[in-house]
């Protein structure tokens, strides 16, 4: 009885995995060790783009003590050199997220991933034998742009392999990986920082190691698999079958479907514009998300970027500021570490809310400590909820867009926030000057007061909703 009736059940299973559509195959990937490796490769990249980002804060030190950089007037552009090392930074990210991202809707995930990270690991490795403040404010600006191209092209790279009811949590796992590069750069600074080796300044031992471990990780990287999703914009149906297969396997799928061929040619691929993400359809996202973007940078960037300045605005010297930002600075990995356990269970946009309301409290009672442990403490906080806002944006944003503009618009959007920062820098430099750590505290938290509203009155749910129905 059951020989007989085989043969009709196979062709039953055939046809249902045939009929199977590209985005249900990967939204019904398991959440297996293959993934999660996978995930965690794609992470390492992330790794060091934010340990380069970071080192903004932590070498600034290093360089003014060389007599590279100067404070107040003195410095190239007649400001802080600390504060126009920041900005060339968010420059070049801002030129990057929204002037390059959109090559990675062009020539795809990888291609443009793999372009950037070699970018930003070179003129990395350049900027660390310049001897002159305009060198290295000129390398840094150029570091920035591979940066921005990066970051964005891993975020749109990422939320189209998870699976929907992952999306959140492999975020959040994925910026546990990355945030891992905030206490490796405070714990190297703070050793290295004050050291001569073999005739080398500490911080260049700094600049160095991220700009070659991120080179080393660009060989391990070479096999990671282009996006299905857009090989299917493409009309690249076949290799989109057959990465997505390959994917299946490595999750431990027993059987993928056979390839079929589209009974009618699916005609040229959709190409994205600039103009479509003013679309009527679009509009009230891209709006919102620049927004958010503008003004949530203020917050995360003003604290992390000028810790150990508004450490040593409370007396501390610059050896204590420096290992009190390390003890702060774990908060990012542990957090994300910690959000990952229930990031799938609560709506992003109330995420990116509460976070932000999170930074609001502990940011106004760090105005007011004095006390070693409870700068500590609320630094802590801080920095906590700078690494739940984050991973709980990044997921947010590249959701909300279709694939065949996704880094385009999310580019866009995001470069608002390295625009932000580029005047915030020099602006919070000021308030520091002027107003003191209270002042930048509360720069800070009426930034973060903007975010919740815009994103608590505009944003619109993704919780486990296929990408493509969002």
């Keep these: 009885m059951s020989d007989t009736c085989a043969p009709d059940q196979g062709i039953t299973n055939q046809k249902t995995l045939n009929n199977k559509t590209l985005s249900a195959r990967i939204d019904s990937l398991p959440a297996s060790a293959g993934l999660w490796r996978f995930i965690i490769l794609l992470s390492l990249g992330g790794f060091f783009e934010l340990y380069d980002l970071f080192q903004t804060g932590y070498i600034s030190s290093g360089l003014i003590a060389e007599n590279i950089f100067h404070v107040g007037s003195a410095g190239v552009l007649s400001i802080s050199d600390q504060a126009a090392f920041a900005s060339s930074t968010f420059l070049g990210l801002f030129i990057g997220a929204s002037m390059l991202a959109p090559n990675a809707d062009r020539f795809g995930r990888r291609m443009t991933f793999m372009f950037a ?55 959040a796992f994925a910026f546990f990986i990355q945030f891992l590069s905030v206490p490796a750069v405070a714990l190297m600074s ?94 009230k996202r891209t709006l919102m998300l620049t927004v958010m973007n503008f003004f949530q940078a203020i917050g995360f960037f003003g604290f992390g970027n000028w810790l150990p300045a508004l450490l040593s605005g409370k007396g501390t010297t610059v050896t204590h500021s420096l290992l009190y930002a390390f003890f702060i600075t774990l908060a990012y990995p542990l957090g994300s570490l910690i959000c990952s356990r229930y990031a799938d269970k609560i709506e992003n946009k109330w995420q990116i809310v509460l976070s932000s309301l999170m930074t609001v409290i502990f940011g106004t009672l760090f105005a007011f400590q004095t006390h070693p442990v409870m700068l500590v ?68 938290v009426l930034s973060m007061i903007i975010v919740m509203l815009v994103i608590g009155i505009f944003g619109p749910k993704t919780r486990g909703i296929n990408l493509e129905n969002i």
């Design 117 to 171: 990270l070699a970018w930003y690991g070179c003129f990395s490795l350049l900027m660390a034998f310049q001897n002159s403040a305009e060198g290295i404010i000129l390398c840094r600006f150029l570091v920035g742009i591979g940066l921005g191209l990066e970051l964005v092209t891993i975020d749109t790279y990422l939320t189209e392999w998870v699976p929907s009811h992952l999306r959140s949590r492999a975020f």
């Design 190 to 283: 703070w050793w290295l920082v004050p050291q001569t080796f073999f005739g080398l300044t500490g911080w260049r031992y700094v600049v160095i190691a991220g700009a070659l471990c991120s080179l080393i990780i660009w060989f391990v990287r070479k096999n990671l698999p282009e996006s299905a999703r857009w090989l299917a914009q493409q009309g690249r149906n076949e290799e989109a079958h057959n990465v997505v297969s390959a994917m299946e396997k490595r999750c431990g799928v027993a059987e993928s479907p056979a390839y079929v061929a589209p009974e009618q040619a699916s005609g040229l691929p959709r190409k994205g514009t600039f103009r479509e993400i003013w679309s009527f359809q679009y509009r």
């Design 377 to 444: 403490i609320c630094g802590f906080l801080i920095t906590y909820s700078n690494a739940w806002l984050t991973f709980s944006y990044h997921a947010y944003q590249t959701e909300v867009f279709p694939t065949h503009i996704r880094a385009r618009a999310v580019g866009f959007c995001y470069s608002f926030s390295r625009l932000s920062t580029v005047f915030s820098s020099i602006l919070i430099g000021l308030i520091l000057q002027y107003a003191g750590t209270q002042g930048v505290i509360a720069f800070i």
